[in-house]
C-alpha cells in the first residue's frame, strides 16, 4: 500500500495519479490518497509527477481504539529503526494525538542512539523538511488517522524542489505580462494526455514553451504553434536551454508561428495540451460578476476555435487537454469566483472515466484573480 501526499492542489494530483498508474485510490482522506501499488512502480514512476510532494509506504497499522496508541507506535519504530544505520527520524502527525517530546524519549530508553531531527512542535512536516531529512539520511514517519485505523506511513521520496525551482526561475525566456503556467501544472498535463515517446503532442497557443518543455524532458515530441513571433522565439530559446542545462539529453520538436485558426491538419499529432489566451493580465479582482462574465465571452471565441480544431485533428481516444480561466470578482461578502461554463459536444467528447467523479480541477494559488481550471477531454 501507497501513501500519497496530494500537496496544494489534491484534486490535480490525485487525478494525474490516477492517470499516470491507471487506477483508482482505495482510500482518500485529509489531502492524501491510499493505492493499492506496489513499491517497485511507484519508485520507478514518482520523477514523473508534477503534483505530488511526497509519498511513503504502510510500514503498519493499528485500530484507533488501541488502548495505550504511543506504545504501538513506539514497537513500529523500533522495528523500523532498529537495523538502519543513521537512526534519526522525525515524526508527522495527521489526526494522531501524541506527546512527541514523551515519545521520543521512551523510544529512545528502548533504542539507543535515536535522534529526533526536526522540532517537536510541529505536528506535520512540510516537504521542505521532509527532503532535508531524509538527504541527510533519516527517515519520516507519518502517522495517519482514518476512520477506525491508525496508519503508521515512511516517506519513500520526496518531490525534487530544487529542480522544479531551476525550471520555473531560470529559464532564459520569460513574460510575466502574458502569464506562464506553472511548470508542475505544464508537467500535470503532459501526463494528462497519456502520451509517451511513440505519440507527439501540439500545443496551438505555445507561448513561452512551458509545456514544449515538460514533454521535451519526459522524452516527448513535441509540435508547438502560436500566432505570435516572439513567444515562438522565446520558446525555441527555451527549449536550447534545456539542452544546455543539462535537464534533458535532446529534444524534438518543431516550433513556428501560426494562429490556430490556419492550423493545417497534422496528422502525427496524437493528442494537445494547451493554454489558450486567459484575458487581459489583470491584478485585482472585477468589480463584479457581470464584468467577469464580459470578459470570458470575450475570450471564449478562442476556446470554441480550440474545440473545433482538435475535433478536426485528434481521433478515438485520443486527448484533448487545456486550460480556462476562472475570474475573481467582488460581492457582497468579499472575493467569489466565476467559473465559466462551456458547452462542449457529448458526442464529440467524453471527460475519461478514471477522473470523471473528481469534479472540476482547479489551479488557484495565493492572491490570484485568475485562476486556471484544468479540462481533461477524450475523443469519442
Ligand atoms: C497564456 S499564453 C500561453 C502561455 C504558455 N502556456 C506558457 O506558459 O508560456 C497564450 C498564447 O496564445 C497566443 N495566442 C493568442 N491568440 C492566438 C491565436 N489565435 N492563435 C495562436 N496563438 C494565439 C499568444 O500569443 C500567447 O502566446
Do not use: C
Request: zero cysteines; glycine letters at 6%; hydrophobic letters at 40%.
Amino acid at each position: 500500500m501507497i501513501v500519497f501526499f496530494l500537496g496544494s492542489h489534491p484534486e490535480v494530483s490525485l487525478a494525474e495519479l490516477r492517470l499516470v498508474f491507471g487506477v483508482k485510490e482505495v482510500i482518500r482522506w485529509l489531502g492524501i490518497a491510499l493505492f493499492d501499488l506496489e513499491g517497485e512502480t511507484v519508485s520507478k514512476n514518482f520523477f514523473k509527477l508534477g503534483g505530488t510532494p511526497r509519498y511513503g509506504s504502510v510500514v503498519g497499522e493499528f485500530p484507533k481504539s488501541t488502548e495505550n496508541v504511543e506504545n504501538a507506535l513506539q514497537s513500529l519504530l523500533v522495528k523500523q529503526l532498529k537495523n538502519v544505520q543513521r537512526k534519526e527520524y522525525v515524526l508527522s502527525l495527521y489526526g494522531v494525538r501524541v506527546d512527541k517530546r514523551r515519545f521520543h524519549k521512551n523510544l529512545k530508553d528502548e533504542l539507543s542512539g535515536v535522534k529526533y531531527d526536526g522540532k517537536f512542535e510541529e505536528p506535520q512536516h512540510t516537504p521542505a523538511a521532509s527532503a532535508h531529512v531524509l538527504l541527510r539520511g533519516g527517515h519520516e514517519f507519518s502517522a495517519i488517522s482514518h476512520n477506525e485505523t491508525i496508519y503508521v506511513v515512511k516517506t519513500e521520496r520526496v518531490q525534487d524542489a530544487k529542480f522544479w525551482s531551476i525550471v520555473d526561475a531560470e529559464r532564459p525566456a520569460r513574460d510575466m505580462k502574458i502569464g506562464m503556467l506553472p511548470s508542475k501544472l505544464a508537467r500535470m498535463m503532459v501526463n494528462f494526455t497519456k502520451t509517451d515517446d511513440s505519440g507527439k503532442i501540439w500545443d496551438p497557443f505555445v507561448g513561452q514553451g512551458t509545456i514544449a518543455m515538460q514533454s521535451a524532458m519526459l522524452g516527448i515530441p513535441v509540435y508547438g504553434t502560436d500566432k505570435s513571433l516572439v513567444s515562438i522565439e522565446n520558446a525555441k530559446q527555451n527549449m536550447l536551454w534545456l539542452v544546455k542545462k543539462g535537464l534533458v539529453a535532446q529534444t524534438t520538436h518543431k516550433l513556428f508561428v501560426e494562429p490556430i485558426e490556419r492550423a493545417k491538419l497534422e496528422k502525427s499529432i496524437t493528442a494537445i495540451a494547451t493554454e489558450p489566451f486567459l484575458g487581459k493580465p489583470r491584478f485585482k479582482p472585477f468589480a463584479n460578476e457581470f464584468l467577469a462574465k464580459r470578459e470570458w465571452r470575450e475570450v471564449s471565441r478562442l476556446y470554441g476555435v480550440l474545440l473545433q480544431t482538435a475535433s478536426r485533428f485528434l481521433r478515438k481516444g485520443q486527448r484533448l487537454i487545456f486550460v480556462k480561466p476562472t475570474f475573481a470578482f467582488l460581492a457582497e461578502n468579499g472575493v467569489r469566483w466565476y467559473n465559466p461554463p462551456l458547452s462542449t459536444s457529448t458526442d464529440a467528447w467524453k471527460i475519461p472515466e478514471l477522473v470523471k467523479d473528481i469534479g472540476a480541477l482547479l489551479w488557484v494559488q495565493r492572491d490570484n484573480v485568475v485562476g486556471r481550471e484544468i479540462v481533461i477531454l477524450e475523443k469519442n
